[in-house]
């Protein structure tokens, strides 16, 4: 049972432009969630996190926002960069303490 | 502060072997989470332990895998009796506590021939 979900698992973008990765969630008693940025033969390595007393949380190009009525989040990517090319994760916690993940969208960004 | 250490970076294990993966959190760590990543497919929760005990281990298959964080050392990801099915990638995970951002390590990829 996927409670994670990341429904687009490839994204191309044009270098500047936005980039917008969504994830839906099932568990209504997830309130942290957290973003991964995966390279190849790596580890992912933490991105941005928001807890579900926030809508939005922002970090340099980095924007992260939460609807909680639609059980939904998104991270946003402005101005897209060819370094960002890499596997992104979303993943949500609730009151267990452990982290259930996406299956991860891949983002080219083309320069 | 090293990040989080597993070893070995890369197994290799005949059908029937045991493998043990090792994973020390980062310093002051004392949650941790084992985390599989099989082909094509995202990162799917096996366990998680805080020091000497096994707070969920919902995710980890009934038979042959186990998983301990001793008072002491590493913690050690075991599966007994490999199967061609069990390759893939195993990441760990460190938090100071539960529910903050975990820091990954780089894995161990095992290969199962």
């Known amino acids: 049972d996927q409670q994670v979900k990341q429904n687009s698992p490839s994204l191309s973008v044009q270098e500047g432009r936005i980039s917008i990765l969504n994830c839906d969630y099932t568990?209504?008693?997830?309130?942290?969630f957290l973003w991964y940025k995966k390279y190849p033969a790596e580890g992912p390595t933490f991105l941005i996190s928001?807890?579900?007393?926030?809508d939005k949380n922002e970090d340099g190009r980095f924007t992260v926002f939460l609807n909680k009525s639609a059980k939904h989040l998104s991270l946003h990517i402005v101005p897209s960069q060819p370094g960002d090319s890499a596997v992104y994760f979303c993943?949500?916690?609730?009151?267990?303490?452990?982290?259930?993940f996406g299956t991860g969208t891949s983002l080219t960004v083309i320069p | 502060n090293a990040g989080v250490m597993q070893n070995p970076r890369h197994l290799v294990r005949r059908r029937g072997q045991e493998a043990r993966l090792r994973c020390s959190p980062m310093?002051?760590?004392?949650?941790v989470y084992w985390y599989r990543q099989l082909p094509e497919e995202g990162l799917k929760f096996m366990v998680y332990?805080?020091?000497?005990?096994?707070?969920?281990e919902s995710g980890m298959p009934k038979e042959r895998f186990s998983a301990e964080f001793p008072k002491e050392g590493p913690s050690i990801l075991r599966i007994q009796q490999v199967v061609r099915g069990d390759s893939a990638a195993y990441f760990c995970?460190?938090?100071?506590?539960?529910?903050?951002?975990?820091?990954f390590g780089q894995g161990t990829r095992l290969t199962v021939v």
């Open positions: 995970a460190s938090s100071p506590w539960g529910a903050a951002e975990a820091f």
């Open positions: 332990l805080q020091k000497e005990n096994i707070i969920d």
């Open positions: 993943a949500a916690s609730g009151a267990g303490n452990q982290f259930y």
């Open positions: 568990n209504s008693m997830f309130d942290y």
């Open positions: 310093k002051g760590h004392s949650h």
């Open positions: 928001i807890s579900s007393i926030k």
